[in-house]
Every structure is written in structure tokens, then in C-alpha cells.
């Protein structure tokens, strides 16, 4: 119930390309859904998060697709670039007054975007 | 602003050795959460603070874990004895309020080893 499921574990795209990750989750309750980015040897940053009350959020070349009834929530990197070579992960949190806030992780996809 | 920093980034001890490491959190921010990712497992909670007090530990693995953060300003995460299994990356976050539409910020991380 507690789980956020992300795939692929890896992804390799050639410059240019759409590398897309995907992540579902159980837990109806879960209504911030964050994407975290992560450099080698740095912490994960916030890229973008969505609610649950749109389909879609887009930021830069960032794109979050949501689906509720399907509870699924997926990342798209459009043009990618070399500089997007990281591990994404996708987390979901309760929000409001009564919860502590934590953020549930998916497993991490390590993309690779080739020159 | 200085962000989120911890110490050490890297430890290596023995089995049954103690080891703590320290987190400081962006000045001001009275929520600090500290994570741990295992061997490219998701990252996992492990608990939460708001000022000094533990709002949930729930992802505490065992006893062998303690957490303080006395004063509300830095914190320590003490594992001892240490196993093998406590070996992953440290994660510590702070935010100026309990997830909400806003983000965790996170530190480069307390890589622990134990051999």
C-alpha cells in the first residue's frame, strides 16, 4: 500500500530522444507526487511535481503525465540532452496538517542520454 | 544560503563499530527528515523532526538506531553496533514546513560502509 513502483531501472537514450519513466502507486490517499533528480556524488533536487487534480504539468522540457483512475504517473524529458544523464525517482506523500509529510520513493531510473 | 550539509560523506567501520553521522539543515527550517537508500534500493524514510521533537520514526529499522536533535538545529543519527546491512547512503532533508506544495531539500549524503 505503501509502495511506489518505478520503471525501468535504467534507460539509454541518444540525444534528442523522449526517455520516459513510468511509476504507479496503491495508495489512493497519496496526493503530491514530486520527481527528484540526482547527480552523482550530489542529493536529490526537486525537478517538478504535480497534484492529483491535473492530467498533465509541464516545466521546461519536463513533463508529468498523470492518470488517477489508472494510479499511474509518468516523467517525459523532451529533447533530451547529455546534461540530463542522472537518476530520476519519483516519490508520492499524504499531505495536510495531520501527516509529517515523508515522502514514499520509487527505486530509481539511471538515464543515460548519449551525445 | 548554505544548504543542507552532512558529515562525514564517506565511512568505513567494522562490524559492531559505532559510527554517527551529522546532518545540518538550511538555517531555519524546522522540519529535518532523514532517509537512507541501500545498494540502488528506493530512498526510505526513516524519520522525521520538527524543531527538537520525533514526529515519526516509523522507519527506524531497529534500536540500533538513535536520532536526536537537541536544540532543533543540527542532528546526529547514531547506528550501533553497526551491521552489514545498515551499509547505504545517508540521506538528511529539511524544510521550512511540513511537505506541503513545497519541496525537501536534500544533502549530498553520509555514505556508510561497514565491512
Known amino acids: 500500500q505503501q509502495q511506489v513502483k518505478q520503471s525501468p531501472q535504467s534507460l539509454i537514450v541518444q540525444k534528442g530522444g523522449i526517455p520516459i519513466i513510468n511509476c504507479a502507486y496503491e495508495n489512493t490517499a497519496f496526493d503530491y507526487f514530486p520527481w527528484y533528480q540526482q547527480f552523482p556524488g550530489k542529493g536529490p533536487a526537486l525537478l517538478i511535481a504535480?497534484?492529483?487534480?491535473?492530467s498533465e504539468k509541464k516545466e521546461g522540457r519536463f513533463t508529468i503525465s498523470f492518470n488517477k483512475s489508472a494510479k499511474q504517473f509518468s516523467l517525459h524529458i523532451m529533447d533530451s540532452q547529455p546534461g540530463d544523464s542522472a537518476t530520476y525517482f519519483c516519490?508520492?506523500?499524504?499531505?495536510?496538517?495531520?501527516?509529517?509529510?515523508?515522502?514514499?520513493f520509487g527505486q530509481g531510473t539511471t538515464l543515460q542520454v548519449k551525445p | 544560503e548554505a544548504g543542507v550539509t552532512q558529515f562525514p560523506s564517506h565511512s568505513v567501520i567494522e562490524k559492531g563499530q559505532t559510527v554517527t553521522l551529522r546532518c545540518d539543515p538550511i538555517?531555519?527550517?524546522?522540519?529535518l527528515y532523514w532517509y537512507r537508500r541501500v545498494m540502488g534500493k528506493e530512498i526510505k524514510f526513516l524519520l522525521h523532526f520538527v524543531k527538537e521533537s520525533k514526529q515519526d520514526e516509523s522507519g527506524m529499522p531497529n534500536n540500533r538506531f538513535l536520532a536526536e536533535r537537541t536544540g532543533g538545529t543540527y542532528s546526529t543519527l547514531k547506528v550501533q553496533p553497526a551491521e552489514l546491512e545498515d551499509s547505504g547512503v545517508y540521506f538528511c532533508?529539511?524544510?521550512?514546513?511540513?511537505?506541503?506544495?513545497?519541496?525537501?531539500?536534500f544533502g549530498e549524503g553520509s555514505r556508510l560502509t561497514v565491512l
Open positions: 516519490a508520492a506523500s499524504i499531505t495536510g496538517s495531520s501527516n509529517t509529510g515523508k515522502l514514499i
Open positions: 538555517s531555519g527550517h524546522d522540519n
Open positions: 532533508a529539511s524544510s521550512p514546513r511540513v511537505l506541503y506544495a513545497g519541496e525537501l531539500f
Open positions: 504535480i497534484r492529483p487534480d491535473v
